[in-house]
């Protein structure tokens, strides 16, 4: 059964219109699309229903990309836009990418607007499905906070130097008796790491009288360690002298630990493990970062496609086609060095980054990757599934303007592998 999808066409051409409805049923989907060629047009029909794809002329006459791109993000920023244009510039290309569209298709090479196309409609999926568990994170992050901040608080009254004057009753199950009487030291059952610059925080809002909030850790009377956060206020006697101060603790371990999902989450592709687009593209930058500021640093990215995936996934189910991707994340994984680094793009397509590799050293590394796919089949219950990659690679120049420009380099050599056979390496310096 074709799958469903509510297309936006924006182009002038009838026959071009034509000719995306067309490529695109022709590859597996039942269309259901509207073409428009004005701003006005443009936003009646975003604001008329939902649409699944976008895909946009780079130029007509009074409306082009950038400025449908704008509106795009402005009203359906989660909807995939695409370019598909006969003859486009590539650094107009690089340059919407970067904006936000995520891909583009010349017309000449429409075989590749159904597989685009499928990636791209796959990530905006998972992208809303992480959208969800993002909020549902953050709400449980919220709720955990408004806890914290009325239950269970840990106060102490403390004096100018330290020691303990009052102490509430929450602190009783965590601490010795003797370690929290009146009269001992306050900094006692801080970890020692972080002792000292807390007695620089206490002495300072003594000296200043303004409290600063804290971040430290408690070692607790069992050896665990509990990750805190405090604010000292100032009590000051009839002299106006700072004579007492009173500090709030709460136990921030779990908000920790929240947030440290939360940032794995946002950087971590949530099916095979690698990291997702976004965090690649920004360790390509870095790496393109010490091209430009290292003399004589060299370094190279691949860009890497499972062969016939489509076909996987119609023979055998997304279940299975979702297990060899785990599978090719792993090969991939167990290939690298520690300073090399991998991300999965969307759908099939992976990429790695090989710093301190030319584009000689790269190629072998691609070759002996290739070799390793094809002789590791992916196991799924009873079934073994023999896999190919084509891999396209390209140097990351000094002269590259960003990391995009080697990217594109590579995914046009990528393109030539699979044109000529599939299951090769084509480089492109």
């Known amino acids: 059964m074709k799958q469903a999808l509510r297309l936006l066409i ?12 067309s490529s695109l049923s022709s590859q597996g989907y039942r269309v259901e699309s509207t073409a428009v060629d004005t701003p006005m047009a443009m936003r009646a029909a975003l604001n008329r229903q939902e649409w699944d794809l976008i895909t946009c002329d780079h130029a007509m006459p009074g409306f082009n990309a950038p400025a449908a791109l704008a509106i795009a993000k402005e009203l359906c920023p989660d909807v995939p836009f695409i370019i598909v244009s006969g003859e486009i510039d590539l650094n107009l290309a690089v340059d919407l ?20 196309s499928e990636r ?16 549902k994170l953050r709400e449980t992050q919220e709720l955990f906070q408004a806890i914290v901040e009325n239950v269970g608080d840990l106060v102490a009254v403390l004096d100018t130097e330290g020691r303990r004057i009052y102490n509430s009753p ?5 601490f010795r008796e003797q370690d929290i009487r009146p ?16 007695k620089e925080i206490f002495h300072k809002t003594v000296a200043t009288g303004v409290g600063e909030r804290a971040e430290f850790r408690f070692v607790l009377k069992d050896g665990s360690i509990r990750q805190m956060e405090s604010e000292g206020r100032v009590i000051k006697g009839a002299d106006g002298k700072v004579s007492r101060v009173v500090v709030v603790s709460r136990d921030i371990t779990k908000l920790k630990r929240q947030q440290a999902e939360l940032w794995e989450m946002a950087a971590t592709d949530f099916l095979t493990g690698l990291p997702n687009r976004r965090y690649f593209l920004a360790q390509l930058e870095q790496e393109m970062a010490r091209v430009h500021r290292i003399d004589r640093h060299c370094a190279s990215v ?49 990429a790695i980054i090989l710093p301190g590799a030319d584009i000689s050293a790269a190629k072998i590394f691609a070759e002996r990757l290739r070799k390793k796919v094809a002789g590791t ?18 140097a990351m120049n000094g002269s590259d303007k960003n990391g995009d420009a080697a990217l594109v380099r590579a995914d046009r050599a990528l393109y030539r592998a699979k044109e000529h056979g599939r299951n090769r390496v084509e480089i492109e310096v």
């Open 170 to 174: 929450s602190y009783k199950p965590l």
């Open 183 to 198: 009269g001992s030291l306050s900094f006692t059952e801080i970890h020692s790491e972080d002792r000292e610059r807390i």
């Open 120 to 135: 791209e409609l796959r990530e905006a999926r998972a992208a809303r499905e992480h959208k969800l568990a993002e909020e």
């Open 10 to 21: 924006i182009d002038d051409s009838p026959d071009d219109i034509e000719l995306v409805r």
């Open 302 to 350: 691949l860009m890497i496609d499972a062969d016939h995936f489509k076909q996987v996934n119609d023979t055998y189910g997304h279940a299975v086609g979702d297990s060899i991707l785990i599978h090719l994340a792993v090969v991939m994984r167990n290939e690298l060095r520690k300073i090399d680094a991998a991300g999965r793009l969307g759908g099939e397509e992976f």
């Open 97 to 116: 990418i970067k904006s936000g569209a995520r891909d583009y298709v010349q017309k000449n090479e429409m075989m590749r607007l159904g597989p685009v």
């Open 377 to 394: 089949p992916a196991a799924h219950e009873e079934r073994v599934i023999s896999l190919t990659v084509s891999i396209g690679v390209a």
